[in-house]
């Protein structure tokens, strides 16, 4: 089963300035990686697919990188609506499906 | 538009079983991947079953043997059978729609709470 570890666990920002977050695979999930965003009291939204491919209707700040065992999403310049948690997750070697432990962008 | 919808949830006493159900629209269940994943409260996200298009399960180590996903094409629903109940199974369980043959999870219903406590 791969592990994905992600970095930091708490991020906090202010509104306007960029965010990356950090997620590493035990083996290499080639580019299968998918990212999600979780709002308080909401469902996870898929955000970022195979790595660097936005999801319908996500903005244009956000942003995927990386390929075989380290991937970053990048914020470009945070909005008040992006503070919530996100998790990483690889759909190459499944099931079972696994996630990272997230990572929770707070604001400072 | 697609959307699920999730019932099925309350609190249970330790040992007991409950059925979970997600009514689909948009869409259809059968000719889709379609999984549960929980989170336990203040917790992150744990995949639990899966059951494809060709009618193949999987499930998580945590509830093999415990847990059935089934389907019922007549009402285009999904359903996750808990059975021998622990209070480690609490959590709000989401079911969740995949792409053709994929692994990501595209669509999430809202979720359901399952309380496991005596």
């Known amino acids: 089963e791969i592990v994905l570890t992600q970095s930091p666990a708490t991020l906090s920002l202010s509104p306007g300035e960029r965010a990356t977050l950090s997620c590493r695979a035990s083996q290499s999930v080639s580019g299968y990686l998918v990212w999600y965003q979780q709002k308080p009291g909401q469902a996870p939204r898929l955000l970022i697919y195979d790595a660097s491919n936005r999801a319908t209707g996500i903005p244009a700040r956000f942003s995927g990188s990386g390929s075989g065992t380290d991937f970053t999403l990048t914020i470009s310049s945070l909005e008040p609506e992006d503070f919530a948690v996100y998790y990483c997750q690889q759909r190459v070697h499944w099931p079972p499906i696994t996630f990272g432990q997230g990572t929770r962008l707070e604001i400072k | 538009e697609v959307q699920l919808v999730e019932s099925g949830g309350g609190l249970i006493q330790p040992g007991g079983s409950l059925r979970l159900s997600c009514a689909a629209s948009?869409?259809?269940?059968?000719?889709?991947?379609m999984s549960w994943v929980r989170q336990a409260p203040g917790k992150g996200l744990e995949w639990v079953s899966v059951i494809y298009s060709d009618g193949r399960t999987y499930y998580a180590d945590s509830v093999k043997g415990r847990f059935t996903i089934s389907r019922d094409s007549s009402k285009n629903t999904l359903y996750l059978q808990m059975n021998s109940l622990r209070a480690d199974d609490t959590a709000v369980y989401y079911c969740?729609?995949?792409?053709?043959?994929?692994?990501?999870?595209?669509?999430w219903g809202q979720g359901t709470l399952v309380t496991v406590s005596s």
């Open positions: 948009g869409f259809t269940v059968s000719n889709n991947f």
């Open positions: 969740a729609k995949h792409p053709p043959g994929l692994a990501t999870l595209d669509c």
